[in-house]
């Protein structure tokens, strides 16, 4: 199949190359406003080169990967749908839920599949941890815990456009957690603090963050983030039932270090970037959009999934501001 790219950044490079290395993408068309971008790219992967996104939803592709800027994503993702192309966007839908609130009612009900990059989905450590909780083999579940820790914080532009730690560091927990259990959050309590990077408080938001969860089955997840782990990019999950209990992230590149006598676990050199945690993640949600292009399977990630992940997202922002619990139905109201 024919793929098109847009967007060259760190991720959509990294994107052309996974695409590159997949037996079903025959060629890619790639397309960026910074044309050196693209000309590096399709040199690099012999990839024919759009001037414009329309030109390349034009150019005869399958489907399309949308890895531009978060401002782009809700016109590219309805151009690509309005022209019967199947989309992968990365998250989020939108920069503002209203927004992706729209997108939904543009492609909702529509033939064509839209696919949004959530690679926790995909990570072998999770798929096992779904398969587990939904054969009950764990028994009744009551506590889940959830970790994103960041080796270093973005840089200070990033902050500022980020729309704040939950909503871009902090969904993914969310979104995991509502796709390992199959369960809904109702409700939220959020804490957080800046212990560190001054311009991360300047821009008003925290770089270390804890959430309760209180999920429709009574289930407590509780999920911890921050921008500060020097010993490494930490991404972890526990699930504790009443007959068992089980973790994701528990290897020996695991960055944390055991003071326990004796005991030499883990090993190994510690993640240090979230594409090293996640490479075959990635891999694997692009084989994945491969097979909703071909038609072979329905989007795993839909633009609905999405903006559950990102109510329990504004959910979390307003706790913190307000010092508050507070339902995800109030934000969804508005």
């Known amino acids: 199949m024919r793929i098109g790219i847009l967007g060259l950044g760190r991720i959509g490079a990294f994107h052309a190359e996974t695409l590159s290395g997949l037996d079903t993408v025959e060629s890619l068309v790639v397309s960026d406003p910074f044309a050196e971008a693209a000309k590096a790219a399709a040199e690099r992967f012999g990839a024919e080169v759009a001037d414009t996104p329309e030109a390349l939803v034009a150019a005869g592709v399958d489907g399309v990967v949308v890895a531009a800027a978060t401002d782009a994503h809700p016109a590219l993702i309805v151009a690509c749908v309005e022209a019967g192309v199947p989309v992968f966007c990365e998250k989020p839908v939108a920069r503002t839920m209203a927004e992706g609130v729209e997108v939904l009612k543009a492609v909702d009900g529509r033939e064509v599949p839209v696919q949004i990059g959530f690679n926790r989905r995909f990570d072998a450590g999770f798929v096992a941890a779904r398969a587990a909780v939904r054969s009950g083999e764990l028994g ?60 991360i408080k300047e821009a008003g938001d925290a770089d270390t963050t804890g959430a309760v969860l209180t999920l429709d089955d009574g289930t407590l997840a509780v999920v911890s983030n921050s921008r500060h782990n020097a010993r490494g990019y930490d991404v972890r999950m526990e699930i504790h039932g009443f007959t068992d209990s089980i973790a994701v992230g528990l290897e020996d590149k695991l960055p944390l270090r055991s003071v326990e006598p004796g005991v030499t676990f883990p090993a190994g050199t510690p993640h240090d970037f979230f594409m090293d945690r996640f490479t075959a993640a990635y891999r694997a949600e692009l084989e994945a959009f491969t097979e909703v292009v071909a038609g072979s399977r329905p989007s795993p990630c839909t633009v609905a999934d999405a903006l559950e992940a990102g109510w329990i997202a504004e959910a979390c922002t307003l706790s913190l501001r307000e010092h508050r619990p507070v339902t995800v139905e109030e934000v969804r109201q508005g």
Do not use: K, M, Q
């Not at 456009?161 to 369960?183: E, K, L, P």
């Open 140 to 199: 009744t579940l009551h506590t889940v815990r959830s970790t994103t820790l960041d080796p270093a914080p973005p840089p200070a532009a990033y902050i500022a456009a980020s729309g704040g730690i939950f909503r871009d560091c902090s969904v993914h927990d969310f979104d995991i957690i509502r796709w390992v259990t199959g369960r809904e959050v109702t409700e939220v309590y959020a804490a957080g603090g800046n212990r560190g990077a001054a311009y």
